[in-house]
């Protein structure tokens, strides 16, 4: 059945129970939801390792063809499931069913952009530099260049995107597409949601007759499982969605391997907002208004979530911000994730409450059950900001930071001293140009994605889109994870010189030779 959970550990095409078992947690009750689930160990990491390090050689040989119909196969599959996932994820998550279903078209999507893309011939990138013999002072030799896969991937499900960026999500979505086998460590906030995706990846794999050790499934909610799985040999790159200490734990433990391998960690961000004068002027009250639905979108709980905001100092800021305390007083307190990710973000705030640089603004409507989080808005001054660091320390969720700066000068500064973000977002009219020119260079410099007139939350599946940015936004700011662009992670360049072309790779053959 499709809607099959029952808590087993997934090596390609068989699976076992473990004993030791741990359970998903209802947020909106905080209580247990059956089944159990196995906690798999170091062992099974290795064994799944091992069945992907044996799978490599086939799969990675499979035509572009092959593996965008695998993958279009994959959102089918994914799509049949129907009800039973999203009431899964739903119960596993407290995220609202509207929500969920976006999600889901989201990862099906992205599934289908790298199967069209494949078929386009995207991502070899194929270079062709032919021989010169009668060049001097001496000859040319036929030297040819592709994009080939790098080796087995792990992917570690995120939290906040328990589809999307979880076990088919695009991570996976990228490195299968790129020809490399992946071993999934599910996220245990949302253990039968990722078993339910599981099978299915699972089972299209048997069904398009690729090798089973093309994918695994590990459930668990011990650090010790991902660092062994990240340490293991046969993994050659890793894609993570999640917190900073997570992250730069998995990169150490990378980097001590006898060989090391690129973790592609998308850890924390603030996301600045700079309201230029000219447009807060213009509509003070309608940017509070997008403000606030964008930082409690989710719960506040997006990795672009919209964590501090730059302006300057006058009548239209405080028009600004009485509008925005009055947005978010309305807003009721909403469910969060999980009871860790909760008390983040109560101690986030707390800290914010508890210094005297910041002051609190507006609180959202009480919380009536126990992981639900209540809104919080504060302002500092630009000197408090730059002289406190820990001012711009990212709280996950919906708490968000006004900074009065003296001048546009003053922005820049403030900018400046920001760490790498994955966003940053510029409001402008007509007379904000010449400002906004002088803010660029400094926002260009910190963020992969810049906005104008928008807000980040929400972020484009399509070829043009940078889901990254410098450290620590990302542990590689030359990289995505959203985008076609992602898969390039997962390939690296391999070059023929002087070959005979029938050995050579499809795409670097001349056409005499087929």
């Known amino acids: ?7 087993a550990i997934l090596f390609g095409a068989d699976e076992r129970q473990a004993e030791a078992r741990f359970t998903a947690i209802d ?3 905080a209580t247990p939801l059956s089944p159990s689930f196995s906690s798999a160990t170091r062992a099974d990491a290795a064994e799944a390792a091992r ?34 996932l999203i009431e899964r994820a739903m119960a596993e998550t407290g995220l609202p069913r509207p929500r969920l279903e976006g999600e889901r078209g989201r990862t099906t999507q992205q599934l289908r952009l790298f199967a ?4 386009a011939g995207g991502g070899l990138d194929p270079v062709i530099d032919p021989a010169l013999p009668g060049r001097a002072p001496l000859p040319r030799p036929d030297v040819r260049r592709i994009n080939l896969p790098l080796g ?63 994918f695994s499934y590990l459930p668990g909610e011990t650090e010790e499982l991902g660092a062994a799985l990240v340490a293991d040999p046969r993994i050659k790159a890793v ?67 919209p964590g501090l905001v730059l302006a300057c100092e006058g009548p239209a800021l405080d028009r600004f911000m009485a509008a925005a305390g009055a947005a978010l007083s309305a807003c009721p307190a909403s ?11 109560e101690a986030g705030v707390n800290a914010l409450i508890e210094n005297d640089a910041a002051r609190l603004l507006a609180r959202g409507g009480k919380a009536a059950a126990p992981y639900e989080a209540v809104g919080a808005l504060f302002e500092t001054l630009a000197g408090d900001f730059l002289a406190q660091p ?81 450290f620590p936004a990302t542990s590689d700011g030359h990289t995505t994870s959203v985008g076609t662009l992602a898969m390039s992670r997962f390939l690296r360049p391999v070059c023929f010189q002087d070959l005979p072309g029938e050995l050579l790779p499809p795409a670097l053959r001349d056409p005499a030779v087929d």
Not at 75 to 82: E, F, L, P, S, T
Not at 247 to 265: N, Q, S
Not at 271 to 296: D, I, M, Y
Not at 391 to 404: K, Q
């Open 27 to 29: 947020p909106r009750r």
């Open 51 to 84: 069945l992907a390090d044996e799978a490599f050689v086939d799969y990675a040989a499979t035509s572009p063809n092959e593996r965008a119909t695998f993958l279009d196969a994959l959102a089918d599959a994914i799509d049949v499931i129907g009800d039973p």
């Open 239 to 305: 894609g993570f969605t999640g917190s900073r200490a997570g992250g730069l734990a998995l990169m150490r433990v990378a980097a001590d391997r006898a060989v090391p391998i690129p973790v592609y960690a998308e850890m924390s961000s603030i996301n600045p907002v700079l309201l230029l004068p000219a447009a807060l002027e213009a509509r003070a009250e309608a940017l509070a208004e997008g403000f606030v639905q964008s930082l409690t979108l989710g719960s506040g709980q997006f990795c672009t979530n």
């Open 152 to 214: 087995p991937v792990a992917v570690f499900g995120a939290s906040n995107f328990p589809l999307a960026f979880s076990v088919a999500g695009g991570d996976t979505a990228a490195a299968l597409a790129a020809g490399c086998p992946v071993v999934v460590k599910g996220h245990p906030a949302h253990p039968g949601t990722g078993e339910l995706i599981a099978r299915a990846i699972i089972r299209t794999v048997g069904e398009r007759g690729l090798p089973p050790g093309t």
């Open 1 to 7: 059945m499709t809607s099959t959970i029952d808590g």
């Open 390 to 470: 820990a001012l711009g320390n990212e709280v996950f969720g919906p708490s968000s930071l006004i900074v009065r700066c003296e001048n546009i000068e003053e922005m820049a500064r403030v900018a400046s001293a920001m760490e790498g973000q994955l966003t940053a977002t510029i409001h402008i009219d007509e007379a904000d140009k010449p400002a906004a020119a002088r803010l660029l260079p400094v926002l260009t410099a910190r963020a992969g994605r810049i906005l104008a007139n928008g807000w980040p939350t929400g972020v484009e599946v399509c070829h043009a889109m940078v889901h990254g940015g410098p």
């Open 116 to 119: 069209a893309f494949l078929r």
């Open 335 to 345: 469910t969060m994730l999980t009871a860790g990710i909760h008390a983040a973000y």
